[in-house]
């Protein structure tokens, strides 16, 4: 996973308190970058808009992953995937409560897309069916979420492990 900087997380920190106050679309960059504590050409160093710092700390990993072979892969990787965002459930569940699950399934869905697609495609697994797979992982995390993550990490990586796992026999 790619360190932020200290002026990424004093981002990320000011638009979670500002969520809080008001509508994600009204947050402007002045009162973003005042609230941080940080100039606004830091912001822009890093972002265009006050929805990047969110999408950002939405993608977990970096290029490490890009390069997944096999089913011992894929369990490390979901395994990851949910301790992941289990440190962002707040992010999360701000999100869903702001009326952004669209936002948050579109840019979790595009991270494990990159992830997966060449070792799907390279098993002949239809592009179709890697979405159903995507949107099924996306789906489990945040109802997960939402449900306090009762299930421990590991029972919900070997569930969408098996769940995927059937999905690619299908085709």
């Known amino acids: ?3 932020k900087s200290f002026a990424q997380d004093c981002l990320y920190t000011a638009v979670m308190r500002l969520m809080k106050e008001k509508d994600l ?7 973003l970058v005042l609230k941080a504590g940080v100039s606004r050409s830091t912001f822009y160093r890093y972002y265009t808009q006050p929805m990047d710092v969110l999408r950002d700390y939405l ?4 290029d490490d992953n890009a390069h997944l072979d096999d089913e011992d892969d894929k369990k490390v990787y979901l395994r990851r995937f949910y301790q992941y965002y289990t ?3 707040e992010l999360i569940y701000a999100l869903i409560q702001s009326s ?3 936002f948050l399934r579109e840019t979790i869905s595009s ?11 390279n098993k002949g697994i239809s592009s179709f069916l890697q979405k159903a797979s ?12 939402i449900n ?4 421990k990490i590991e029972e919900m990586t070997d569930t969408v492990h098996n769940m995927v796992s059937v999905i690619e026999r299908v085709s």
């Open 111 to 121: 991270h494990i897309l990159e992830v997966f697609t060449a070792m799907m495609t």
């Open 1 to 3: 996973m790619l360190r």
């Open 87 to 89: 440190s962002h459930s």
């Open 148 to 151: 306090d993550r009762e299930e």
């Open 59 to 62: 993608q977990p990993f970096n």
């Open 25 to 31: 679309e009204d947050i402007t960059v002045k009162e």
């Open 134 to 145: 995507v949107g099924l992982c996306v789906e489990i995390l945040i109802v997960w979420i």
């Open 100 to 102: 952004k699950t669209e």
